[in-house]
């Protein structure tokens, strides 16, 4: 069966939800590959171009790889060049939350999954102009993509 998520409209502002919840890794750690681990768990980035799910064209939803909440739409994903999977809108407002992230000497915006803070990746106000303008920038290790045709599971 296909769930559809269904985009709720935005009225968060950034940084305004940053409090500390722990990790509530809902898999075994022992599934999660090393990437797995240390993107969703350490805060880390996969090298660009490289994660299993930037090509993938196919409908379905994006789902947290360690809770399995749906995060994103296929039909919001879109090539933005950057190397990794990109979305102009989450699922919902809920589906993640927002981070102040003052790593590597500048200001970004981080995105963790909304229900175990599973690290996903950041958004930036560079994304398209004719839809939301953001660019939520997806490590593909984080994801676990559903089909819609045939509820076929690939992990990122």
């Known amino acids: ?47 660009p171009f ?15 790889l360690c809770c399995h909440q749906p995060l994103f739409e296929s039909m919001h994903k879109y090539d933005s060049g950057c190397g990794w999977p990109s979305f102009d809108q989450p699922c919902t407002t809920e589906s ?8 590597h000497h500048m200001h970004r ?12 990746g950041h958004v ?5 102009q004719d839809s939301t303008g953001e ?3 997806v490590n593909s290790a984080s994801l676990s993509f559903v089909d819609a045709e045939n509820n076929q599971q690939t992990d990122g």
Not at 50 to 64: E, I, P
Not at 124 to 128: I, K, R, T
């Open 109 to 120: 915006i981080e995105i963790r999954c909304g229900h175990c803070d599973a690290h996903l």
């Open 1 to 47: 069966m296909f769930i559809r998520c269904i985009h709720q409209v935005k009225l968060f502002v950034y940084g305004a939800n940053n409090m500390t919840k722990l990790p509530l890794n809902q898999r075994n750690p022992e599934t999660l590959t090393e990437i797995q681990r240390y993107v969703t768990q350490q805060r880390g980035t996969e090298a």
């Open 135 to 137: 660019r939520y920038c």
């Open 124 to 128: 930036f106000p560079d994304g398209p």
């Open 96 to 103: 993640v939350r927002y981070l102040d992230d003052y790593s």
């Open 50 to 64: 490289t994660g299993k799910l930037l090509h993938n064209r196919r409908t379905g939803v994006y789902h947290c």
